[in-house]
C-alpha cells in the first residue's frame, strides 16, 4: 500500500511502498478516507530523527476512515463502522511513535476510537480528531469556557477557529488576536466580540481566560491580559521555548493543555454535524500531502488542509 513517510531530518517526506498492516488484539484496522495535515507534521519532521522510534515513520495523526478488519478481542466495534482515531488515547500518537494515516490503511487501538455520526462529511470527522479535539478541550474543559467570561483567544488557524466558536456557543464574550487581517471576517462569522492583530492590545483588559492556540511570543501577552484569578490555557507551540516575567504570574493560572479524549471528539462531531461549527478548510488528493506540507511550511493555508482519498 501507499505511505507518505519521513525518512530523516532535513529531508522532504517520501511517498513509499509499504507492507499492508495487520490488527494485533484488541487492534482494528481502518481504511482510511481522510487525513488532517497539522503543522505538528512539520515539527516532527525537524525534531524526528531524535524523538521517533524508527525510521521510516509514516506520518498523519489527524485521521478518519472504515474499519475492515477486527483484532481478536474486539468487542462493540464491527467490520464498515465510520471511525476517527483519537490522537491522545491508549496508543501512542499516530504519526509520530506509530505508523499514522498519510496511508491508505491505519492499525488503531479500539479504545481510541470516536463514532463518526452518519452524515457527517469524513473530511470534517478527521479535522474533529485533532484540531477540534485539541481546541474544544482546551478552550472548554480546561479553560471552562462559559457565559458572563471574557475569553481571548490567540491564533485563528486550524485549531483556533473551532476554539473561538466552542467559547462562543458556550456563552462567552471572545475576543482574537491573529496577525492574519485576512480571516477576521471569518472570526467575526464565528460571532467574536472584537479583533486585534496582537494580544498586546490586550494588557490590562480583564480578561478572566485566554487560551494561546499560537505560543510564539504570545505567552506573556497572554499573562498580561488576564486578571488576578484568571487562567492562561497553552496549546501552540510555535516557539521551542517561551520566557515570562515571574511577577506577571502571581495570582493567575497558567496550564498547558494537551491533546483530549473520544469524548470531546465525539461532542466536537455533534457540533460539526449540527453546523454550530463550521471551520475553514481545503480538500486536497492523497498525492498532494507532499506539497500539502509545503504550503503549511510557506504559510499558505487559510484553516485546515485536509487530504481525502479512497472511495
Excluded at 478552550?139 to 458572563?148: D, E, F, N, P, Q
Excluded at 517561551?242 to 479524549?261: A, D, E, N, P, Y
Aim: charged content about 20%; glycine content about 14%; aromatic content about 6%.
Amino acid at each position: 500500500m501507499r505511505a507518505w513517510q519521513f525518512e530523516g531530518t532535513g529531508k522532504s517526506i517520501a511517498l513509499n511502498e509499504v507492507p499492508e498492516p495487520a490488527p494485533g488484539p484488541g487492534e482494528v484496522v481502518i481504511d482510511v478516507r481522510a487525513a488532517g495535515l497539522c503543522h505538528s507534521d512539520l515539527m516532527y519532521m525537524e525534531v524526528g530523527e531524535s524523538t521517533m522510534p524508527f525510521l521510516p515513520m509514516t506520518q498523519g495523526h489527524e485521521n478518519a476512515g472504515v474499519i475492515s478488519e477486527l483484532g481478536q478481542g474486539v468487542e462493540g466495534w464491527r467490520i464498515g463502522d465510520v471511525v476517527g482515531v483519537c490522537t491522545s488515547g491508549v496508543r501512542p500518537p499516530a504519526g509520530m511513535f506509530t505508523p499514522g494515516g498519510f496511508a491508505d490503511r491505519l492499525v488503531a487501538d479500539a479504545r481510541d476510537l470516536a463514532r463518526v455520526p452518519e452524515g457527517l462529511d469524513l473530511a470534517l470527522a478527521a479535522l474533529a480528531t485533532d484540531a477540534g479535539m485539541t481546541s474544544y478541550h482546551a478552550i472548554i474543559k480546561v479553560g471552562r469556557a462559559s457565559a458572563g467570561m471574557k475569553v481571548g483567544v490567540i491564533g485563528y488557524g486550524g485549531l483556533g477557529q473551532i476554539g473561538t466558536r466552542a467559547a462562543v456557543l458556550a456563552g462567552a464574550e471572545v475576543h482574537v488576536a491573529e496577525t492574519k487581517e485576512s480571516v477576521w471576517d471569518l472570526a467575526r462569522t464565528a460571532g467574536v466580540t472584537g479583533l486585534v492583530r496582537d494580544a498586546s492590545e490586550w494588557a490590562g483588559q480583564g480578561f478572566d481566560l485566554v487560551v494561546d492556540y499560537a505560543g510564539f511570543d504570545t505567552t506573556q501577552k497572554a499573562i498580561d491580559a488576564v486578571e488576578r484569578g484568571g487562567m492562561i490555557v497553552q496549546v501552540g507551540l510555535g516557539s521551542p521555548t517561551f520566557t515570562v516575567r515571574s511577577s506577571t504570574i502571581l495570582g493567575k493560572t497558567l496550564v498547558g493543555s494537551l491533546g483530549g479524549t473520544v469524548q470531546d471528539i465525539e461532542e466536537v462531531f455533534d457540533l460539526l454535524l449540527a453546523r454550530e461549527i463550521a471551520p475553514a478548510y481545503t480538500e486536497i488528493a492523497f498525492d498532494e500531502i507532499g506539497e500539502g506540507l509545503e504550503r503549511l511550511r510557506r504559510g499558505e493555508v487559510t484553516g485546515r488542509l485536509v487530504a481525502r482519498f479512497g472511495d
